[in-house]
């Protein structure tokens, strides 16, 4: 074996911010081969993104960093700012998560990439490097790249703008490229587009890859091996088949198992990880996952576990498989059954659930919302329309849940805005429980809307963080007239019931959790006993291990109380799991609805293939198996008029249709129809099993 | 881009027309301009005090819209801003003292963007070290002090510079030694030293409140993922900082830099009469305690194209450095 291209020893990193100390990376050694693709995975707070930028040496400077960190055997430590510059976007590149902000914005995208290109080649003339910039543009996948690296990067999307990261880190050819959750912030289909673009340029630099991400779907695919990282450590590296098929560390049995699949069947229960993990600002002296581990011994605390290499059956270790557990020989060896470690938990008992009633509590019929795009100061003139939601039926039945997705800029948001506005909709109907919408005054309005209730997205800016849990909580009654001394018995029910304790009503909201901090967003609504609740990406900001937890929470809540969810999420997996009926949303229509298993199982648009294929499965050998149907380029504006089907301009189908065939698409607007048991607006629904997912 | 300057510049005509007619009537309603001729001795007799106002257009019997009627045409036809009472026309005294005061204000202006600039930048890179610290609360402390007492402690400076060198190094009386003879250079050297201590006056108090501006606008910058970019391509940190930095916090700059250009001439007022400076600062100052209304409203109508080309000058550097507001 050749000498590693990255070879890091001993890595710690200490924070150091008001006299308090933040131990954030402890004692980390990984070594990155030529051409190998590392994933390092683990939640927020976990140390993976600042033990990468120790390496670049893009700390600030309250970090202590110390251990050794070796590129081609060149110590990067010892070297000051000047010589690293020479390293960096040379010999090591990296992309960052949140391609909004990485980009300068007064520079057009051409421009950073000549940048790029003439730090490190002062002999390049302008001319050339541009000539280059545009040649890397084109590599990435960039239509028009002559045109667009003259544009600024407020004019690319994100997928986009990530697309000019990448040409931005492989402008030098870098041995290695560090990739900080280069999808985390994009959609599913373009989040598949550009790991495409990211395993295309690495195959095409010959450059090893260390992806830095919390989702395990998106190592499955590509990493060669994966490492695991909590509470500022690596707890278990292995190669990914057997990271993915023998994990030892509970910890990443509890993270693989608490993962919703797309792969599974949607009946089974999430396996929470309850807690959370511990704040670096003292040295745990145990194992620091014990407190959430459920086959904590007490041996466990007796110092923190070294990570060892895991011996195989015949008792030779293993090089490539180490972890960080004193029980890892009994879980390998099997008479600690992973199941085990984290049992599924039951679902609610049978004389617990809330009686069932076949009515319809929400209904939408062509739902229209339209937004006047206007131009000029003084003498405003319509110059287009946003067709934010154009034309959107739905129908939401008493205890079940209604699961709508779509890519971001779909009509998602817009549509629940309208629903929960209860004002009637600019054209067609809303009725909730049976009453149009249209037709209500103040005083009803006020009534209905105890039955309709919202859960936020981010649980952190939904709270206001100058009230108590029990003030936040109690709000939405003392809009209804409700006294204090009974708001505050609810209040103590509600916690409960949300699995909080009750004596939390004094603290507040930052004092908590992400998980804990929803899971009072959740009470908030349910405060008031609503029929309906509508839920709004309620999970997308929770860690992967604290999802399950508040999803199988939702589960429990519908059961008991009878409630009717309308669920919001761009997360494929997390619908499949959870909801009855799915609808697909695609600029402002809705492209396919119908049974949440016959849509997963056998979809029919061409749109609802493409978003099922591009979701990654946690599974390595699912993954590699099979191929992706790529949607071309972004979604379009909604300001865009497209003739016929709106679809047919990234429709994989549309492409392959012959020229006979595609007129249809081109001049006739797909309506809804029934085929194969549930709704689809395309032409050519019946064929579409021609796209090979 | 031109539609829009042109569009602004309606505006701003519009603008400059309602201060200047505002200027006008308040300074009409308000000054009493025969109070000039009035207790002398020997008395002057009140119908020649009348002619005097008469002529000048500045008699408080004829009602005020009146006057103003007979102003505006005699700008609008003859460019004329009247007369002021010394019998000087106003346009005249404004061409003549304006070249003073902008010549005072250009370098103090450009003098105290650059160095408060670089400041904050400092300041904002080497948060809550020494450096930043001094800085912080030197600017604070020029902030408190009147410009005035400023330009006194410079003035007393200079008199122990000269007195400690025997020689009249640092002139700051006036604009120019009077009466100097000899050739081109001579003269301007002159004219330099007597502006050292002006200039120096008003760029401390500018540099103060740049810097902290600056400051608070680098700090949001310093953090952005773009710098962390910049590097991780290769720059190093002090290059990042300039190339990307500093020219993303100029953005808001630019609004600031435009608009306090159109009213330093306030602050200038006072450094103007401290070094006997013959600029426009001192003339409003004069204009107002001689009841002098032609001059006054001549003076607002001054400062307010000032302004308004400040206001238009900002846009447009706006839009030059943030791509994002081009139309």
């Not at chain 1, 070294?306 to 011996?311: F, N, S």
């Not at chain 1, 071309?632 to 012959?658: H, K, Q, V």
């Given at each position: 074996m050749t000498d590693p291209v990255l070879s890091v020893r001993n890595l710690s990193v200490t924070f150091n911010a008001n006299g308090r100390r933040v131990h954030a990376v402890r004692g980390v050694s990984y070594d990155v081969q030529r051409g190998e693709f590392l994933g390092i995975v683990g939640e927020s707070g976990s140390g993976k993104s600042v033990s990468s930028l120790a390496v670049m040496g893009l700390l600030p400077s309250s970090a202590t960093v110390e251990g050794e960190i070796l590129f081609n055997g060149r110590s990067l430590l010892d070297l000051n700012d000047r010589e690293l510059s020479g390293i960096r976007g040379r010999g090591i590149s990296m992309i960052f998560q949140d391609p909004l902000s990485a980009l300068t914005p007064v520079y057009t995208v051409g421009q950073q990439i000549v940048e790029a290109l003439r730090l490190h080649d002062r002999a390049l003339s302008q001319q050339a490097a541009e000539k280059r910039s545009i040649e890397l543009l084109k590599i990435v996948g960039i239509p028009h790249p002559e045109r667009r690296a003259k544009s600024f990067p407020h004019e690319f999307s994100g997928g986009m703008r990530q697309r000019a990261m990448i040409a931005i880190s492989i402008a030098n050819d870098p041995q290695l490229i560090i990739a900080d959750e280069p999808t985390t912030a994009l959609d599913v289909t373009i989040q598949a587009q550009i790991l495409e673009v990211l395993q295309s340029a690495k195959d095409l630099t010959g450059a090893a890859v260390v992806l830095i991400t919390h989702d395990l779907g998106v190592v499955a695919g590509n990493a060669d091996d994966v490492a695991v990282m909590y509470a500022g450590r690596i707890v278990e590296k292995a190669p990914v088949l057997d990271l993915f098929r023998r994990p030892v560390m509970p910890y990443t049995i509890g993270l693989l198992r608490s993962m919703p699949n797309m792969a599974s069947a949607a009946s089974e229960r999430l396996v929470p990880l309850e807690g959370r993990p511990p704040i670096l600002t003292v040295v745990p002296t145990g194992c620091p996952f014990a407190p959430r581990c459920p086959a904590a011994?007490?041996?466990?605390?007796?110092?923190?576990?070294?990570?060892?290499?895991?011996?195989?059956?015949?008792?030779?270790?293993?090089?490539?498989?180490?972890?960080?557990?004193?029980?890892?020989?009994?879980?390998?060896?099997?008479?600690?059954?992973?199941?085990?470690?984290?049992?599924?938990?039951?679902?609610?008992?049978?004389?617990?659930?809330?009686?069932?009633?076949?009515?319809?509590?929400?209904?939408?019929?062509?739902?229209?919302?339209?937004?006047?795009?206007?131009?000029?100061?003084?003498?405003?003139?319509?110059?287009?329309?946003?067709?934010?939601?154009?034309?959107?039926?739905?129908?939401?039945?008493?205890?079940?849940?209604?699961?709508?997705?779509?890519?971001?800029?779909?009509?998602?948001?817009?549509?629940?805005?309208?629903?929960?506005?209860?004002?009637?909709?600019?054209?067609?109907?809303?009725?909730?429980?049976?009453?149009?919408?249209?037709?209500?005054n103040r005083t009803d309005r006020r009534a209905l809307r105890r039955d309709i209730q919202v859960v936020f997205q981010d649980p952190m800016a939904s709270l206001d963080p100058r009230m108590t849990v029990e003030d936040i909580i109690g709000e939405p009654l003392t809009v209804h007239d409700v006294k204090p001394a009974e708001i505050r018995r609810k209040v103590a029910e509600i916690l409960q019931l949300v699995g909080l304790e009750p004596s939390f009503a004094g603290r507040y909201a930052h004092e908590f959790s992400g998980g804990q901090r929803q899971r009072i967003g959740i009470a908030r609504a349910l405060i008031v006993e609503p029929k309906i609740l509508v839920l709004d990406e309620p999970v997308s900001a929770l860690d992967v291990s604290v999802q399950a937890g508040v999803i199988n929470l939702l589960e429990d809540l519908k059961d008991r109380l009878g409630l009717s969810y309308l669920f919001v999420a761009h997360d494929l997996a997390v619908i499949r799991h959870i909801a009855d009926r799915v609808a697909v949303m695609y600029l402002g229509r809705i492209v396919e609805s119908g049974d949440a298993d016959l849509i997963f199982s056998d979809p029919r648009h061409p749109y609802t293939r493409a978003l099922l294929s591009a979701v990654p499965v946690p599974d390595p050998e699912i993954e590699r198996s099979r191929s992706r149907i790529l949607?071309?380029?972004?979604?379009?504006?909604?300001?865009?008029?497209?003739?016929?089907?709106?679809?047919?301009?990234?429709?994989?189908?549309?492409?392959?249709?012959?020229?006979?065939?595609?007129?249809?698409?081109?001049?006739?607007?797909?309506?809804?129809?029934p085929v194969a048991g549930r709704d689809v607006a395309c032409h050519w629904a019946e064929v579409s099993e021609q796209l090979v997912a | 881009m031109l539609g829009f300057i042109a569009r602004r510049i309606v505006n701003y005509v519009i603008l400059a027309s309602i201060a200047t007619v505002l200027g006008y009537v308040l300074a009409s309603a308000t000054l009493n301009p025969a109070a000039r001729y009035l207790g002398r001795n020997p008395p002057i007799p009140e119908a020649s005090i009348n002619s005097i106002l008469n002529d000048l257009n500045i008699n408080p019997d004829t009602p005020i819209l009146e006057r103003l009627g007979i102003w505006i045409t005699g700008l609008i036809t003859r460019g004329s801003l009247g007369q002021s009472v010394t019998g000087n026309e106003v346009t005249a005294d404004i061409v003549s003292r304006a070249g003073t005061s902008l010549r005072l204000l250009i370098i103090g202006s450009i003098l105290g963007a650059v160095i408060g600039v670089a400041l904050g930048v400092w300041g904002a890179v080497r948060q809550y070290r020494a450096s930043d610290q001094v800085i912080t609360y030197s600017s604070f402390a020029v902030l408190a002090t009147p410009p005035f007492v400023v330009a006194v402690l410079l003035m007393i400076g200079a008199t122990n510079v000269n007195r400690a060198s025997g020689q009249q190094i640092i002139n700051f009386t006036g604009e120019y030694t009077a009466g100097l003879d000899g050739g081109f250079w001579v003269i301007f050297g002159d004219r330099l030293v007597h502006l050292i201590l002006p200039t120096i006056s008003l760029t401390i108090g500018a540099v103060a409140l740049y810097s902290r501006y600056q400051r608070s606008a680098m700090l949001d910058v310093l953090s952005a993922d773009y710098i962390r970019t910049a590097r991780a391509k290769g720059r190093t940190r002090g290059s990042a900082i300039v190339r990307h930095g500093v020219r993303v916090a100029l953005i808001p700059m630019s609004t600031f830099f435009a608009y306090s250009f159109g009213t330093i001439l306030t602050g200038a007022t006072i450094t103007e009469n401290v070094f006997s400076w013959h600029g426009m600062g001192e003339y409003l100052l004069q204009s107002v305690t001689s009841s002098d209304i032609n001059a006054v409203a001549g003076t607002i109508l001054f400062t307010s194209i000032l302004v308004l080309i400040a206001g238009t000058l900002s846009d447009v550097v706006y839009a030059a450095l943030d791509p994002r507001v081009r139309v």
């Open positions: 011994i007490a041996e466990c605390l007796d110092g923190e576990p070294p990570l060892e290499l895991v011996k195989n059956g015949a008792g030779v270790p293993d090089p490539t498989r180490a972890v960080a557990c004193i029980r890892h020989e009994e879980i390998e060896d099997g008479t600690l059954a992973r199941d085990e470690i984290f049992p599924r938990p039951e679902p609610v008992p049978v004389e617990l659930r809330a009686p069932q009633k076949r009515e319809t509590v929400l209904e939408l019929r062509d739902m229209q919302r339209h937004f006047p795009l206007t131009r000029g100061a003084v003498f405003k003139r319509r110059v287009g329309t946003v067709r934010a939601v154009d034309g959107v039926s739905l129908q939401l039945e008493a205890g079940q849940t209604l699961g709508l997705v779509g890519e971001s800029g779909c009509g998602k948001t817009t549509t629940i805005m309208e629903i929960l506005e209860l004002a009637g909709a600019q054209q067609g109907t809303i009725s909730v429980n049976g009453i149009d919408t249209a037709t209500l949607l071309a380029g972004d979604l379009p504006s909604p300001t865009e008029e497209i003739t016929g089907c709106n679809f047919r301009t990234r429709c994989p189908l549309y492409a392959m249709l012959p020229e006979a065939q595609r007129v249809r698409c081109e001049t006739d607007d797909p309506a809804q129809r | -």
